[in-house]
Every structure is written in structure tokens, then in C-alpha cells.
């Protein structure tokens, strides 16, 4: 795709993406099962786009300074870059999140944490977990009693990180004090109006309460932006440094994790390119360490949600393909020696190790806290099974939509990039190079998700941990961008191809976070207090 080509193309983007969701009143879903609300017009809403835009060309600014070093740059230098990355996608998702008009912007976060209708685990630790051990071995008769809505779907992990964030706030005031101090004006106006109407109900919320909700959104916040860190790792195996960098950045600029953000939906991406990282980091380095690791990752993932068990997949399917598909390859454009798959002891080894992660801490679970984590499992998928027989789906409407929703989700300029990627290493004969491991790992796994019906809406939200995938899949379209070289000769504003690429995503994320609404606060505003 020639310079030209190419900036329509990303041009047609943008304008799709703002045409859809500005410019029409076209149902985002299906009418009478499941659709996304529009966050309503006005003046606030212009100024937030004008403010998110701004923020946005300083993050996209950062990604491209950054690309021009990172190549040259040793291993401390490159560490130094990353941890700056993490940093300037930690300030982008809460700068963006704040220019949205009220109340969907970061004051969502108290309403979407304290009151159980959106995730309940903050909610179940603060009043039914008075001790963690009967909490654990209850857990299982727990979930008999419930039905397929969060707390029955879910494995106790959520429910434990919250009551430790509890247990540590009002163990120290001075510590809730100062997370408090961090909170935006918005944050603070909606702890007030949760702490006065529920005051009117008879339900206390003390400083350590408020100071465990926003503790709980600036970790999550921070875990998304650290999901750079593995998306760089992954892609760098079988890229350039640069190539690496320009992925990693456009992570920050997908909207789904800004569009769902507190739910812990945004929080799953980052362990979930960790455990990927770990794991071929120990096919790479034949290290049983690293296999350790990635079980035990794994293991923490599946303590959280059984979104891992996709997650688990692909790193099967992304093994299986590096092992029996591929033929040697270099392991990067800056390396000539091939990458050899490890022999059958080796493969063994590494699975025994990687089995062990995950099967001994499910043991010591069991040992500490009489929980059988596989019954548990059981009954989630017992519970989710359920789901579909109170609300109405058609499984081939949503076969149709979701991919779109999916698109849209992530934005259409990646989509492109990926695209252009799967194209290239098709024709070019690379498809059974490893660098096709990852695309075409996500492409098997995220076709049988789709047909399965799993996700029959809310695709957009429930595919988050997904996301990542998606965005190193279009590492070989970048290359081709980074590989034109000189590319600051090709544009007339001195811009690279790269840089156009980032800031139409960025575009395309700010109109898209501005514009939906992720949680229904139409509905949302007037919950009650209690359950």
C-alpha cells in the first residue's frame, strides 16, 4: 500500500468510526437483546472530544519520540523507554477517561465498584467475607445458592483481591487519606453522593470504603497500562525493537479499556500477556522456570475468571504451531540464526513444568483452605450455562455482529493494520514462519469463541483480555511501515507513516470513548443502595 493509499485508507477510518457513532442513531447491538447507549450530545461532550484530543497528540507524540530511540537503546535504556510507556499510557487512559462528560467519566468508578448490579465482588467482600478461610470453604456451597449473574460466574479471586485492599485501608487511615487525596473532583462528588444516600438507607461508608474503591480503579488502570510491558515482550521475539515499541503504543489507544474501565474486565489483558510471555519465553529459553511461571500465571488468571481457559488455548494453539508447523526462522530481522523448536524432552519438560505451576497452587489451596477450585470451575460454567435461558440471544445475529462490535472495540485502524498483516504473510509464503504463530493462534481460537456463542453480546467488554492479541497481530503491516524507511521523506509534514497510524487510532479512540456508554447509567443512577 503506497503512502498515498495507505492515508485514505486510515482516513476512511476515522470517518466510519465517527459517522456510526456521531452522526446516526443506529442501534449499537440487537434491539430486544442487547445494545450499547450513546452518551447524549451537547456542549460538554465537544469540549471533551477537543480536551481528549489534545491529551491524545501529547501521548502520540511520546510513542513516536520514543520509536526513534528504542532501537539504539541497550537493555537498561529500553527498560528506562518501557517504564516511561507505562507511565504516559497510565496518564492517557485516566487523562481520556476524565474528558468524558459526567457522569461516565472517572466518576463512573465509584457507582460501578460500590453497588453490586455491575460487579458485586467489592460489595460481597465488604459485607459477607468476615474470614477468609470460611469465605474459601464455603465457597463451593456458595455458588450452588447462586445464579449466572457475576458472583456465580466467577471463580473467588475478585471477591479476595477486594477484601485484601479493604483489610489494608482501614488498617491504615493515613494511607486511605492519601489515596484519597489522589482522587479527581469527579471521583470525590460521586463518594459523596453514595456516602449521603446511603447514609438516608442506614449504610455507613467510611473513609477506608471510598479509599478501597479508587484503590481498586488505579490498579486496575495501572495493570492496563503495564499490558504494554508484554505486548512489547511478544512481539519483539520475532521483530524489530521499533516494531515492538510501535505496537506496545497503540495498546493504550484501544478503546474498549478506557469504554469498560473499573471493571476488572480491563484488568485481565495484563496477566494474560504475561502468562503468554512467560510461557514462550521458556520455549524460547528452554528455562522450566519460566514454564513455572507462566502455570502459575495462568493459575492466577483462572482464580479470577475462566476467561483464561481462552487464554490457555491460545498459548496451545501459538505452541502447537511453533513446534509442528513451522519451519527455522530467523529470530528477528536483526539476527540470522534460526530458532530451532526444542526436541521432545524438552517439550515434555516444559509442559510437565508449566502443568506443575498451575496444579501445585490449586493443591495448596485445597490443603490451606478446603476448596476444590475444579468444582468451583464446575459451577461456574454450571451457573454461565444458565444465562442464555433467562435473556434471549440469536446465536446467528450475533455471529454476524460480533466481529464488528469486535472491530469497532478495537479500532478500525488496527483492524486494518491486521488485516494487511494476515494478507501479507499469507502471500509471502510466512505463514509457517513463527512470527505467524500469534496471528493465526488468535484467528483459530477467536473463530471457534465466536461460533461457540459463548459471548452472544457485550462482546466488546467480555473480549477485552482478547484485545491484546488482536493488537500484536498486526506487527508484520508495521514493519512494512517502519521497513519504508526515511519516512520522514514521504510525508509533507515530516510525519512518519507510523505516527499518522497512531494518531488516526488515537482519533478514533477519543470519538469512540466520548461517544459510548459502557455501563447504562440511564438505569445505573437509580439504583439503590442495597442489593
Excluded at 442513531?25 to 440487537?30: A, E, K
Excluded at 442487547?34 to 481528549?52: A, E, F, M, Q
Excluded at 463518594?191 to 449504610?203: D, K, N, P, Q, Y
Excluded at 503491516?477 to 509534514?493: D, F, I, Y
Aim: with cysteine; proline share 5%; charged share 15%.
Amino acid at each position: 500500500m503506497n503512502r498515498r493509499g495507505f492515508g485514505i485508507t486510515l482516513a476512511a477510518t476515522v470517518a466510519v468510526t465517527f459517522l456510526l457513532l456521531w452522526a446516526t442513531s443506529l442501534p449499537l447491538g440487537i434491539p430486544g437483546e442487547w445494545t450499547w447507549p450513546r452518551i447524549s450530545g451537547g456542549p460538554d461532550l465537544i469540549i471533551g472530544t477537543v480536551v481528549g484530543l489534545a491529551f491524545g497528540s501529547a501521548y502520540v507524540a511520546f510513542v513516536a519520540w520514543g520509536s526513534g530511540r528504542i532501537d539504539s537503546s541497550t537493555r537498561t535504556a529500553t527498560l528506562g523507554l518501557l517504564l516511561m510507556l507505562v507511565g504516559a499510557g497510565f496518564a492517557w487512559i485516566l487523562c481520556l477517561q476524565e474528558s468524558v462528560p459526567a457522569p461516565a467519566n472517572l466518576g463512573k468508578v465509584p457507582y460501578v465498584l460500590f453497588y453490586p448490579r455491575s460487579s458485586g465482588y467489592y460489595w460481597q467482600a465488604k459485607n459477607d467475607v468476615s474470614s477468609t478461610a470460611e469465605f474459601l470453604s464455603s465457597y463451593e456451597e456458595l455458588l450452588a445458592e447462586q445464579d449466572y449473574l457475576h458472583i456465580g460466574t466467577h471463580p473467588p479471586g475478585l471477591t479476595l483481591g477486594y477484601q485484601g485492599l479493604l483489610q489494608l485501608c482501614e488498617s491504615s487511615p493515613k494511607f486511605s487519606e492519601a489515596v484519597l487525596s489522589t482522587c479527581p473532583r469527579s471521583v470525590y462528588d460521586s463518594l459523596e453522593s453514595i456516602r449521603s444516600f446511603s447514609a438516608g438507607s442506614g449504610v455507613i461508608v467510611k473513609p477506608a470504603d471510598e479509599a478501597t474503591i479508587w484503590l481498586a480503579s488505579l490498579l486496575t488502570m495501572f495493570a492496563t497500562a503495564t499490558t504494554v510491558v508484554g505486548v512489547y515482550k511478544l512481539t519483539r521475539r520475532n521483530y524489530s525493537a521499533r516494531v515492538a515499541w510501535l505496537v506496545a503504543g497503540m495498546w493504550p489507544l484501544v478503546p474498549a479499556i478506557a469504554v469498560f474501565h473499573p471493571k476488572s474486565d480491563t484488568l485481565f489483558p495484563m496477566l494474560s500477556v504475561t502468562t503468554a510471555a512467560c510461557w514462550m519465553t521458556a520455549c524460547d529459553r528452554r528455562s522450566l522456570m519460566w514454564a513455572i511461571a507462566a502455570g502459575v500465571t495462568l493459575w492466577v488468571g483462572m482464580l479470577l475468571s475462566l476467561a483464561f481457559v481462552t487464554v490457555a488455548a491460545l498459548m496451545v494453539a501459538m505452541t502447537a504451531w511453533e513446534w509442528f508447523v513451522t519451519r527455522p526462522q530467523p529470530i528477528s530481522i536483526n539476527e540470522s540464526e534460526g530458532r530451532v523448536s526444542p526436541t521432545i524432552s524438552q517439550q515434555l519438560l516444559l509442559l510437565a513444568s508449566g502443568a506443575t505451576g498451575f496444579i501445585l497452587p490449586t493443591l495448596l489451596l485445597a490443603w490451606a483452605y478446603d476448596i476444590n477450585l475444579t468444582n468451583v470451575w464446575r459451577w461456574n460454567l454450571s451457573n454461565h450455562a444458565l444465562f442464555y435461558d433467562h435473556n434471549v440471544r440469536t446465536w446467528w445475529k450475533w455471529l454476524l455482529l460480533n466481529p464488528g462490535e469486535l472491530a469497532f472495540s478495537v479500532g478500525l485502524p488496527i483492524v486494518v493494520m491486521v488485516v494487511w498483516s494476515l494478507r501479507d504473510l499469507v502471500q509471502e509464503g510466512r505463514w509457517r514462519s513463527h512470527r505467524a504463530s500469534l496471528p493465526f493462534a488468535f484467528c483459530v481460537v477467536w473463530g471457534l469463541l465466536l461460533v461457540s456463542g459463548k459471548n452472544m453480546g457485550e462482546a466488546a467488554r467480555l473480549w477485552v483480555f482478547l484485545m491484546p492479541w488482536v493488537v500484536m497481530s498486526m506487527a508484520a503491516a508495521m514493519e512494512r511501515l517502519v521497513k519504508r524507511g526515511n519516512e520522514t521523506q514521504e510525508s509533507r509534514l515530516g510525519l512518519s507513516m507510523s505516527t499518522w497510524l497512531l494518531a488516526a487510532q488515537m482519533v478514533v479512540c477519543v470519538v469512540t470513548v466520548l461517544r459510548i456508554d459502557g455501563f447504562h447509567f440511564s438505569e445505573l443512577m437509580v439504583e439503590q443502595a442495597t442489593p
